[in-house]
């Protein structure tokens, strides 16, 4: 055999065996948990309700600063904001209420699988968030009538290793934003938490008339996540 048609069979051969490595490598790629289907954790291809993830790396992104700003940037069902820091979400002709009373919706907000207690989007702010699960269809076997449109799961950060952050901004009519926050982890012990503050101040228009805002004047926000793991898989938060 000639040099020249040895090099073409090795050619050929890493040819063929390329697309088959990466069609196995493609199939043992995880795939994505959710828990709020069915209140456990399960793979999303195992799940038939439709659900939305919205991760970690895309809050990190988004330029948002609330869920209700994140469902509005995603397309994520109907959301209407009010004035006064006030955001309704609607799923599937249902809606939360529009006053923020989770008693009175029919779309529920959870706050790490619980009853956030409240059905506006605008208070909860997303620096100590780490995923938000988006359940489309009546989820009331699970979450009762509350949930008859579909079910917002906000799931906020654990504190699995140590980390410290500090952000701020201004902007236009004196707007200002700044954020503190951190996870630790200490013998068994793990905490994650955030602490965030905005404000903007009323604005004059071109002949000199000054308008308050009708968004907000200012916001703070607190969120703080603890827990104990006190044997494997078994953790109280």
Same mark, same amino acid.
């Given at each position: 055999?000639? =040099?020249?048609?040895?090099? +073409?069979?090795? +050619?050929?051969?890493?040819?063929?065996?390329?697309?088959?490595?990466?069609? $196995?490598?493609?199939?043992?790629?995880?795939?994505?948990? %959710?828990?709020? @289907?069915?209140?456990?954790? /399960?793979?999303?291809?195992?799940?038939?309700?439709?659900?939305?993830?919205?991760?970690?790396? /895309?809050?990190?992104?988004?330029?948002?600063?609330?869920?209700?700003?994140? +469902?509005? $940037?995603?397309?994520?069902?109907?959301?209407?904001?009010?004035?006064?820091?006030?955001?309704? *979400?609607? *799923?599937?002709?249902?809606?939360?209420?529009?006053?923020?009373?989770?008693?009175?919706?029919?779309?529920? *907000?959870?706050?790490?699988?619980?009853?956030?207690?409240?059905?506006?989007? =605008?208070?909860?702010?997303?620096?100590?968030? $780490?995923?938000? /699960?988006?359940?489309? !269809?009546?989820?009331?076997?699970?979450?009762?009538?509350?949930?008859? !449109?579909?079910?917002?799961? *906000?799931?906020?950060?654990?504190?699995?290793?140590?980390?410290?952050? %500090?952000?701020?901004?201004?902007?236009?009519?004196?707007?200002? $934003?700044?954020?503190?926050? !951190?996870? @630790?982890n200490l013998d068994g012990v793990d905490f994650a938490g955030a602490f965030t503050r905005r404000s903007r101040d009323a604005y004059n228009s071109g002949d000199d008339k000054r308008y308050n805002n009708t968004d907000l004047d200012e916001q703070t926000a607190v969120s703080a996540?603890?827990?104990?793991?006190?044997?494997?898989?078994?953790? %109280?938060?």
């Amino acid at each position: 055999m000639t =040099a020249r048609r040895l090099l +073409l069979l090795i +050619l050929l051969a890493l040819t063929v065996a390329a697309p088959l490595w990466a069609a $196995e490598q493609q199939d043992t790629t995880m795939d994505d948990v %959710v828990v709020t @289907a069915s209140r456990s954790a /399960e793979q999303r291809r195992c799940i038939s309700a439709n659900i939305t993830t919205i991760d970690s790396a /895309e809050l990190r992104s988004s330029t948002s600063r609330s869920v209700g700003e994140v +469902l509005a $940037e995603k397309g994520l069902g109907h959301i209407h904001a009010y004035p006064g820091a006030l955001t309704s *979400i609607g *799923i599937r002709g249902f809606r939360t209420d529009s006053h923020g009373n989770d008693l009175l919706g029919h779309v529920l *907000i959870l706050l790490d699988g619980r009853r956030a207690g409240s059905g506006n989007a =605008a208070k909860f702010l997303t620096k100590n968030v $780490e995923r938000i /699960e988006i359940i489309r !269809g009546p989820g009331a076997v699970q979450y009762g009538s509350s949930g008859m !449109g579909g079910v917002v799961n *906000i799931i906020t950060r654990k504190g699995d290793k140590n980390s410290l952050f %500090v952000a701020g901004g201004v902007g236009s009519f004196n707007a200002s $934003e700044g954020s503190i926050g !951190g996870t @630790a982890n200490l013998d068994g012990v793990d905490f994650a938490g955030a602490f965030t503050r905005r404000s903007r101040d009323a604005y004059n228009s071109g002949d000199d008339k000054r308008y308050n805002n009708t968004d907000l004047d200012e916001q703070t926000a607190v969120s703080a996540q603890l827990g104990y793991t006190f044997a494997t898989n078994q953790r %109280v938060g």
